[in-house]
């Protein structure tokens, strides 16, 4: 599936290397133990949706209305109702080519809005509106617009064929909504908070309508939770756990990068980028995600990554690209005096560009580790969410907040609705 890499040396000789040794130690045992008692637990349902598990059906019944009757999807959503769809789905333009179009408008921007309705056709496009808690504002407002224009189209196909919903059962404005209009509605798991809830069918709907596979994806989630169980001490995420905290506790580092060299896992960057500031920025605590593509960001933030504060820990992803991609021309390369990539390929550049920037970056002393997938698929992108996931969980134990909640954001909502009442 794929594999975790310090470069030249090992870990423990990086680790000594920095006179933390002993930090490190203590923070592994902690995070250890912890992994063990959370195995031992059985997990978390976010992590432990089954491959032909009981929401099954209702993904391959909603997939299939979407797909048998409109060209376009647009999903409703915004952050974790959003995110995980982005990442996951981005794999369907690199692999399996798209049939349905999926458009996932997470920013409450109206010129972001008034051109998705000058660009698509109302008769050709399904609305899927997804809220957890069915009272996010933002995706209400977007879905009273999307209801508007479709009237104003006039439709042929009755209205509720055009929308279904994922929200959490009981009274809701969301769910009351879908209720009135007698569209599909499909419960969001209410032991799933939204940022965790790319593996269940609010990621998966999306996955099967974009025609890659559900069961690929919880199938190479429960490859890394299996491995995870039988021997946390080894797992991936229980080192970079303790490593992440180590760092922040003794060097200062504050902020954590992904940076993966496929585009096809910009999206992940910025899943990521809301599982871990979420999870973890609590009480004055917390590191901050960056995020970067590689080789384009090696044109834009490498400086600062290479000369700026030494404050970060890097995750470089990377997929075996050798002999990969259209080929250079011999002679047109040595023309322009560009010998050193005649007849090679675009995959030979990327797979020099990455191992150049890890190796730059270790000279500068910075720390960094390298993830490598054995190929772009559905069971390793699955594989991905569940470590970082478990990342995600094992550091904010090792740090003292409760990776679930995210009260500081409460305020911000109870005061938007106050404004918009005062207007």
Known sequence: MFKFAFGDTSLQQQIEALGLAGAYAENLNKATVFAKNFAGNGLLPCLTQAAGGPDTAGIEKLAAHITSGFS???????????????????????????????????????????????????????????????????????????????????????????????????????????????????DHPTDVGGRFSVLTNVGMVPVAVAGLSVKDFRNGAKAVCDAFSADPAMSAAVVGAALIQTLNENLGVTQVLIMPYAESLRAFTRWHGQLWAESLGKNGLGTTPIRAVGPVDQHSQMQLFLDGPNDKFCTIVTVPSYGKGPRIDVAAAEKYGLTYMAGRTIGDMVTCQSRATQDTLRAKGRLVREIVIDSLSEENLGGLFASFMLETVITAHLMGVDAYDQPAVEEGKILTRKYLGEL
């Open 72 to 186: 376009n999807l647009v999903i409703l959503g915004t952050g974790g109702s959003s995110l995980g769809a982005q990442a996951a789905t981005a794999l369907a333009a690199y692999t399996k080519g798209l049939g349905t179009k999926i458009y996932t408008p997470d920013s409450l921007d109206p010129f972001l809005m008034d051109h998705l309705f000058a660009s698509l056709d109302p008769l050709e496009t399904h609305i899927l509106a997804i809220s957890k808690s069915g009272t996010t504002g933002e995706t209400l407002a977007q879905l009273l617009a999307c209801r508007q224009w479709l009237e104003n189209a006039g439709t042929q196909k009755p209205m509720k064929d055009h929308f279904s919903f994922i929200t959490e059962p009981g009274k809701r404005a969301l769910r009351t909504y879908g209720d009135d209009l007698g569209s599909l509605i499909l």
